[in-house]
């Protein structure tokens, strides 16, 4: 079966210090990848998605970027948080051929940006 | 512009009884239309999935409904328990040259005992 990882659940940064997010997933090949960021009360709001290694399509401009070195890894990474980076960071995979491309969300990252 | 409208944007209800949860939208073309559970600090779950042709769908205690040609779903909740208490999150789905996906902004459930 599939499984999400991601790592670390909690962070306390400060201001303008780098960021490093982890996201690996298991037991399937060539998924979707996918970075979402949840503030308080809030929807999901997609910030990047990868169809393949080193594929990677950005949603929204901000002061985060993403990469994928390897088909299964997805690292989202900033290189000098702001407070407004604060918030819920999921990861999600889909199938590459899945008949609904639904999305398989993984547990989650809080970060609190000081 | 593709959408998707919740509500009641949060709801309090008593152990044991019933609720149902509204999700409008205005996405086209449509491909699908699902419910995820998001417990508070975890990522969604996903309840339930339709498509077009279908009109409702069981999980448990959980029923999903799609009217396609009002362009509404609901989720309704039976016996609600004390470990629903979560957000529920209706996503949507189009294909145009590509999936992408909506979501709504959740409705918060808080049942008590």
């Known amino acids: 079966s599939q499984t999400i990882h991601q790592w670390p659940a909690t962070l306390v940064q400060p201001v303008g210090s780098p960021l490093s997010l982890e996201c690996t997933v298991e037991?399937?090949?060539?998924?979707?990848l996918y970075w979402y960021r949840q503030a308080a009360g809030r929807g999901l709001q997609l910030l990047f998605y990868s169809v393949g290694i080193g594929q990677i399509s950005s949603e929204v401009p901000q002061n985060l970027s993403a990469s994928r070195p390897q088909d299964r890894q997805f690292i989202l990474s900033s290189k000098k948080l702001l407070l407004s980076d604060s918030g819920f960071y999921l990861c999600?995979?889909?199938?590459?051929?899945?008949?609904?491309?639904?999305?398989?969300f993984g547990p989650g990252t809080r970060l609190t940006v000081l | 512009k593709n959408q998707v409208e919740q509500s009641p944007q949060s709801l309090i209800i008593l152990e044991g009884k019933n609720c149902t949860l509204q999700c409008n939208y205005t996405v086209s073309p449509f491909s699908n239309l699902r419910w995820y559970k998001q417990d508070t600090g975890r990522g969604p779950v996903s309840l339930t999935i339709?498509?077009?042709?279908?009109n409702t769908k069981s999980n448990g205690r959980y029923t999903a409904t799609l009217d396609a040609d009002t362009k509404q779903s609901s989720l309704h909740i039976t016996a609600s328990q004390l470990s629903d208490s979560a957000s529920y999150i209706c996503v949507v789905m189009t294909n145009t040259g590509g999936f992408k996906t909506i979501f709504g902004a959740g409705t918060r459930l808080f049942v008590k005992a």
């Open positions: 339709m498509t077009f042709s279908e």
């Open positions: 999600a995979w889909s199938p590459i051929r899945g008949a609904y491309n639904e999305q398989f």
């Open positions: 037991g399937t090949s060539n998924p979707n």
